[in-house]
């Protein structure tokens, strides 16, 4: 996750070759359209956070706190937060999915973060705490809110591009039939049916992004 401090530098310095893109500052949504040299802003709440651009680059979904509101979880109460998403003409701003209290583990939301779209712009995929070990994998469909529990996992990159668009990059805890345990990265299609492991942290992601990954000049040649 991007610290303040960089997320602040990447507001202040404008970007040489003035590309499209999203931050957060100071709790609030901004964009910079192509071509431009400034950023606009479209949030005001003062309480927004992780912000991703979708395919098409017309809408962005982002976290927003909810300080003050919080739901039981099975680690405790924690801050609701909720999941929004806003044009970046600087309308439609709706939420989507808000934190809500559960029996189960894999039902509750709150602390929710990383909100990332499919390929198709349709699903956004995003983090919920969940158990002691590990968080829960959720996904919301962009037109009807309708949200659902995908998997557990403690960090999800959902596959832009390539021979496994829309598949999930999610790091699991799992556990030595002898004894002891270990965090991978495994690829999962959309539902959360497991294709196979990547491997141990960051090299092994990095490995697979460079085998599978379609190059960013040839991305908008992928249906």
Known sequence: MRTISLLT?????????????????????????????????LTTSGHDRDPHLSPDGRTIAFIRRTPGDSVQ??????????LWVVGTDGTGERMLVRGRT?????????????????????????????????????????????????????????????????????????????????????????DGNEVGPIGDGEVAVAAFREDFFTPAEDADKVQ
């Open 102 to 190: 559960a029996a189960e583990p894999e039902k509750a939301l709150a602390l929710m973060s990383a909100p990332q779209f499919s390929p198709d712009g349709k699903q956004i995929y995003f983090l919920s705490v969940a158990w002691v070990t590990s968080g829960a994998v959720h996904a919301v469909d962009v037109a009807s809110g309708r949200e659902r529990f995908v998997l557990p996992g403690s960090s999800v990159e959902v596959v832009p591009s390539g021979e496994y668009a829309g598949h999930l990059l999610v790091t699991q805890h799992r556990y030595f039939i002898v004894g002891g345990t270990y965090d991978w990265v495994w690829l999962f299609t959309p």
């Open 73 to 82: 979880t099975s680690l405790g109460r924690d801050e609701a937060t909720s």
């Open 9 to 41: 530098l990447a507001f202040l310095w404008p970007a040489a070759t003035h590309a499209q893109s999203v931050t957060a500052h100071r709790g609030n949504i901004f964009y910079r359209a192509p071509g431009t040299p400034a950023a606009r802003q």
